[in-house]
């Protein structure tokens, strides 16, 4: 038995990365599992995004856990499809129970240099997305009046990073969403919480994959963090998610920070 047998849960940004750690975390507990994910187009970003057949191998290990899994190609941008998407997971595995809103991109340099297409592009993404995301789920949790909410926010939603205002911007916009939507839903039995990586370990951050980093990139990084560890992996942010999913329904409005000793840095 596990702690979430009969659960479905939709999860955006699903095809790898955290994504993929949070799909394969939650059937482990006995979740149905709707993977979104294989957005269309973007401009100037430094990585791949990820593709269908990506969805297909999540969708792929999550069968392999003996879970049924749904994968949905949707572009979080775009309100019609995650209208869509929500109502094809309650159609066809009965209900939405979870829902992690991590589709999200990055893209990195000063400020003054950030040009209004990729600007938008971020806040459309990392945003809106989730606007869109919480918006949908949300009257489909509050006539079952049962709902886990997490949004995946970053470190850099909670702290300035040079050469990343227009991504922490965001970040920490979803923040302010997320803990104003968890009082407005508060007396429902739905939950809205925050989750805040550091660096982690994943195609967004290491397009080349494997150990193909450059050793002083790695000491900077063990540097920089209390923790002397370069990233997290996808599996640490997943535990972090588990414990939030799984929480009876007493958390809410609350950001879990994850930052390799990071938080001991913020007022």
């Known amino acids: 038995m596990g702690a979430l047998d009969g659960r479905v849960a939709l999860i955006t940004g699903a095809a790898r990365g955290q994504g993929r750690a949070h799909a394969l975390a939650l059937a482990a507990e006995g979740a149905d599992i709707v993977a979104a994910d294989a957005p269309g187009p ?3 970003l430094t990585y791949p995004l990820a593709t269908e057949d990506d969805l297909r191998e999540t969708a792929k290990l999550v069968d392999e856990l003996g879970r049924r899994c749904l994968p949905i190609a949707l572009d979080v941008r775009d309100s019609a499809q995650v209208d869509a998407a929500v109502a094809q997971t309650v159609t066809d595995l009965g209900s939405l129970d979870i829902v992690l ?3 999200g991109i990055v893209s990195t340099g000063p400020l003054d240099q950030v040009s209004d297409q990729v600007w938008q592009q971020l806040v459309d993404t990392n945003l ?4 869109h995301t919480l918006r949908a789920a949300i009257p489909v949790m509050r006539r079952q ?3 886990r909410i997490v949004v995946t926010s970053s470190m ?3 702290m300035g990073i ?4 227009a991504y922490n911007a965001t970040k920490w916009g979803i923040i302010g969403l997320a803990k104003s939507v968890a009082l407005e839903v508060a007396k429902e039995g739905i939950t809205v919480n925050v989750i805040c990586p550091t660096t982690t370990q994943t195609p967004m951050v290491q397009p ?4 193909d980093v450059p050793d002083d990139l790695v000491r900077r990084m063990m540097k920089a963090n209390p923790i002397p560890r370069p990233w997290l992996q996808p599996e640490d942010v997943s535990r972090g998610v588990v414990y939030l999913v799984t929480d009876p329904g007493v958390i809410t409005g609350s950001v879990l920070e994850i930052g390799l000793g990071g938080s001991a840095r913020i007022r």
């Not at 809106?128 to 606007?131: I, Y």
């Not at 040079?162 to 205002?165: F, G, R, S």
Request: charge should be negative; hydrophobic fraction near 40%; proline fraction near 4%.
């Open 42 to 44: 973007m401009t100037d």
């Open 145 to 147: 009046q049962f709902g």
């Open 156 to 158: 850099g939603g909670r």
């Open 208 to 211: 080349a994959g494997g150990d």
């Open 162 to 165: 040079p050469e990343l205002a």
């Open 128 to 131: 809106t997305g989730v606007f």
């Open 101 to 103: 809103a991590n589709a």
